[in-house]
């Protein structure tokens, strides 16, 4: 049996770059264990691992295959042991976040999507601020974002709900569901066509592992019942590309319990806050106590709040730092405590106390 991979996603680019490698075969990352994988290539499933040299010459973890993404395999079946992945071809996205206690070191979530659909619930893990993340993170992959609001049969205030999301959702469109009667699953569909691949990303319970089920027509995905206390537990436990009955592919991902910026597209997410700069009297505005500062009007105006206006310095701090090392974020804290000081002498001084620590 043979296996036609434009059913996976397989489209003329990736072809087209698969005959510069000869003797190898085109493959996809259906399934990551840690450094294990599963991929499916014309002879089907097959389990694979890195080859030395593909391991050997990576820089960082987001050069390691990750699930979604098109790769080159030695071989089409099992019969004389497991495949080897010998090169990860050029992803046209990448969902990423920096890895936890590293200061440069990425994680890939998914590759080579079209659709993400960030699933909040509408309970007590209803967080503008998480959204932004969120937000920050999709659009810098290259993919396009759609806001899925969960569990809306458990909000007693929905309006008042959607009308907090639309201060953050710049125009993305927003779908609302519900389990329980099955609302909102038909305007997810309409995304899902053959030969495209989706991804659910959110906090764990939030509803991803129910809605791919939906998708999939059987209970495919684990789920689980969120806690007494309104907290998720956690359903999936490794990242899975799935082959969708009607066409397209799906990629069910773990809940993130963090969500470290590695990078970010701010200038999409805060399309308002950004617009608001250039209304300021000074190009160089610090947009703390300078006159004609036209953030500081509209948070006064109460155009803009004040919390997304701190959300957005504080990603924009996450995304510099994502590149550099401890000894250089060190540097750059120092500099932004000191810098508007005038104060070269308080840096050194500063410093010195450091190193008498």
């Known amino acids: ?64 295959p990750a699930v979604g993404d098109w790769v080159m395999i030695d071989r089409t079946c099992e019969e004389s042991g497991s495949a080897v992945i010998h090169h990860v071809l050029r992803r046209k996205s990448m969902l990423a976040r920096q890895s936890a206690g590293t200061a440069a070191s990425g994680q890939i979530i998914a590759a080579n999507i079209d659709t993400v659909f960030i699933c909040m619930s509408l309970n007590a893990d209803f967080n503008l601020r998480r959204m932004e993340r969120y937000l920050t993170l999709v659009w810098d992959s290259m993919a396009t974002p759609v806001i899925v609001l969960t569990k809306s049969d458990l909000c007693d205030d929905l309006q008042q709900k959607l009308d907090e999301i639309a201060t953050v959702s710049m125009g993305i469109e927003v779908i ?41 027509g059987q209970d495919m995905m684990k789920t689980s019942a969120t806690r007494q206390d309104d907290k998720g537990r956690h359903a999936t436990t490794h990242r899975q590309l799935i082959l969708l009955p009607g066409g397209g592919t799906v990629i069910d991902t773990p809940g993130m319990r963090e969500l470290q910026m590695r990078g970010g597209d701010l200038s999409k997410t805060f399309e308002d806050v950004e617009e ?40 924009q701090r996450e995304v510099s730092y994502a590149s550099l090392n401890s000894r250089q974020i060190e540097n750059e804290k120092i500099n932004q405590w ?17 190193k008498k620590r």
């Open 338 to 354: 000191f810098g508007g000081m005038n104060g070269k002498n308080q840096i050194k001084q500063f410093k010195r106390s450091l």
């Open 276 to 315: 608001i700069f250039q209304r300021c009297k000074f190009r160089d505005c610090s947009h703390g106590t300078e006159a004609g500062c036209a953030i500081k009007e509209a948070i006064e105006e109460g155009t803009l709040s004040q919390e997304r206006f701190e959300s957005y310095q504080k990603l």
């Open 1 to 64: 049996m043979s296996i036609d991979l434009k059913e996976y996603g397989l489209n003329e680019r990736f072809e087209q770059e698969a005959t510069l490698y000869e003797g190898l075969f085109l493959a996809r990352v259906v399934e990551q264990h840690r450094d294990l994988y599963r991929v499916v290539c014309k002879g089907g499933e097959i389990s694979a691992g890195v080859s030395g040299k593909l391991a050997h010459d990576a820089s960082d973890q987001t050069d390691f």
């Open 176 to 216: 609302i569901c519900s389990s329980e009667d099955g609302s909102g699953f038909e305007e997810i569909s309409t995304h899902i066509e053959c030969g495209k691949t989706i991804a659910f990303i959110g906090s764990s319970g939030v509803g991803k592992s129910t809605l791919i089920n939906r998708l999939v």
